[in-house]
């Protein structure tokens, strides 16, 4: 065997077959808001390691792609969530 293909056998070797596909913060932010409660800025910040200027700013932009998104005070925190548009 020349070289090289020890060195692609290993590659090969070492990865893996079926990998998990990965879940995007943006994908978890609307699975936080879709959720009954809804979440907090505080809550979608520490999940995605965004601050809260950015979560902000990712909510505007889910508004202006037309998801309806409720603010609601509860016990002193706003939760937000998305709701289903009925057509």
């Given at each position: 065997m020349t070289k090289q293909t020890k060195t692609t056998q290993k590659s090969a070797e070492t990865k893996p077959a079926d990998s998990a596909p990965k879940t995007t913060k943006k994908a978890l932010v609307e699975q936080l808001l879709k959720s009954d409660k809804g979440a907090t800025i505080e809550e979608i910040a520490k999940?995605?390691?965004?601050?809260?200027?950015?979560?902000?700013?990712?909510?505007?932009i889910l508004k202006k792609a037309g998801a309806e998104i409720i603010s609601e005070r509860v016990d002193g925190a706003r939760y937000y969530r998305i709701t289903e548009k009925v057509a």
């Open positions: 999940k995605t390691s965004w601050q809260h200027h950015t979560v902000r700013g990712h909510l505007s």
